[in-house]
């Protein structure tokens, strides 16, 4: 009976340690959060705009201190943010993420819009979209998200008709319903548009990649998208995991992101090509 009442006691104080020790854990996360620590994975571009925000005085007059990791790829990123590692990420379209919402059994909700940075059609052969000739060969990212928007802004150009039901997540050129030129299409990894332009006619590029490789989508794109209602898939969001939406400290990075002092420092940086977007979510966002 003495050797059951100890083996008892002893267990005992492990259950009373154990339970201090979750009790010691939730109070740091809860003295964390009261800290106004905020993790934001981003990449490129938008990792330098996040540090400049972490930085700044308006994040420091918020009360957050955000902490910034590079994260290459979107769907690490995404992840990254879906497994908790990270608090939001700021990086991708509404398009990019429903798309990734839709491989995912995790799912992620954008809480503010940033910006938009209009994606360009490039040629180094042709100075406007009516020279292209018959049979033009015409480069797309091989990424889904990416190839869909390619295909919409030759589309808006007036260059193809695509089928009714196209999917602007995972749209392909088999989805071309009329191709009156005959244009020829050959999908590339995104980053090298910039650097392939020499090879074929005419390929659409994403701002931050264009950016990357010397070009100005308003200054040297022979077309380029509108940045309304009609492109808002193409808007770019900050992105959390669902049900974390309402959290005050998460909440405060969009206000952060559209603060005067921030948008100053986006223009002059950037030349004027990450448009800044401020719209509700509940009016693009339909869960």
């Given at each position: 009976?003495?050797?059951?009442s100890?083996?008892?006691?002893?267990?005992?104080?492990?259950?009373?340690l154990?339970?201090c020790?979750?009790?010691?854990?939730?109070?740091?996360?809860s003295?964390a959060?009261d800290?106004?620590?905020?993790?934001?994975s981003?990449?490129?571009s938008?990792a330098?705009?996040?540090n400049?925000?972490?930085?700044?005085?308006?994040?420091k007059?918020?009360?957050?201190?955000?902490?910034?990791?590079?994260?290459?790829?979107?769907?690490?990123?995404?992840?990254a943010?879906?497994?908790?590692d990270?608090?939001?990420?700021?990086?991708?379209s509404?398009?990019?993420?429903?798309?990734?919402?839709?491989?995912?059994?995790?799912?992620?909700?954008?809480?503010?819009?940033?910006?938009?940075?209009?994606?360009?059609?490039?040629?180094?052969?042709?100075?406007?979209?009516?020279?292209?000739p018959k049979g033009?060969?015409?480069?797309?990212?091989?990424?889904?998200?990416?190839?869909?928007?390619?295909?919409?802004?030759l589309?808006?150009?007036g260059?193809?008709?695509?089928k009714?039901?196209?999917d602007?997540?995972?749209?392909?050129?088999?989805?071309?319903?009329?191709?009156?030129?005959?244009?020829?299409?050959?999908?590339?990894?995104?980053l090298?548009?910039?650097?392939?332009?020499?090879?074929?006619?005419?390929?659409?590029?994403?701002?931050?990649?264009?950016?990357?490789?010397?070009?100005?989508?308003?200054?040297?794109?022979?077309?380029?998208?509108?940045?309304?209602?009609?492109?808002?898939?193409?808007f770019?969001?900050?992105?959390?995991?669902?049900?974390?939406?309402?959290?005050?400290?998460?909440?405060?990075?969009?206000?952060?992101?559209?603060?005067p002092?921030?948008?100053?420092?986006?223009?002059?940086?950037?030349?004027?090509?990450?448009?800044?977007?401020?719209?509700?979510?509940?009016?693009?966002?339909?869960?």
């Amino acid at each position: 009976m003495k050797k059951i009442s100890l083996w008892m006691g002893a267990a005992s104080l492990l259950l009373f340690l154990g339970a201090c020790g979750n009790n010691e854990t939730e109070e740091q996360n809860s003295e964390a959060q009261d800290d106004g620590m905020v993790s934001v994975s981003s990449v490129g571009s938008d990792a330098e705009i996040w540090n400049y925000i972490a930085d700044s005085d308006a994040a420091k007059d918020a009360g957050l201190k955000i902490e910034v990791t590079e994260i290459t790829g979107g769907t690490a990123s995404n992840n990254a943010v879906a497994d908790g590692d990270a608090d939001a990420n700021a990086f991708q379209s509404l398009e990019y993420l429903k798309s990734y919402n839709e491989e995912s059994a995790d799912k992620l909700v954008p809480i503010a819009t940033t910006y938009m940075e209009p994606m360009g059609l490039y040629s180094e052969k042709y100075d406007s979209l009516d020279e292209l000739p018959k049979g033009a060969q015409i480069a797309l990212a091989d990424n889904p998200a990416n190839t869909a928007r390619g295909l919409r802004l030759l589309e808006s150009a007036g260059l193809i008709k695509l089928k009714d039901d196209f999917d602007d997540g995972i749209g392909t050129p088999d989805d071309i319903a009329e191709n009156p030129k005959d244009f020829e299409f050959t999908l590339i990894d995104d980053l090298t548009g910039p650097r392939v332009l020499s090879d074929v006619d005419l390929i659409p590029i994403g701002n931050t990649i264009a950016l990357e490789g010397g070009l100005n989508v308003l200054e040297d794109a022979i077309y380029y998208e509108k940045v309304d209602d009609s492109n808002k898939g193409n808007f770019n969001i900050i992105a959390v995991q669902k049900g974390r939406e309402n959290e005050e400290d998460l909440k405060k990075l969009g206000e952060l992101y559209h603060d005067p002092e921030i948008q100053n420092y986006i223009d002059e940086k950037f030349e004027g090509t990450k448009v800044e977007v401020d719209e509700p979510i509940d009016k693009i966002w339909e869960d």
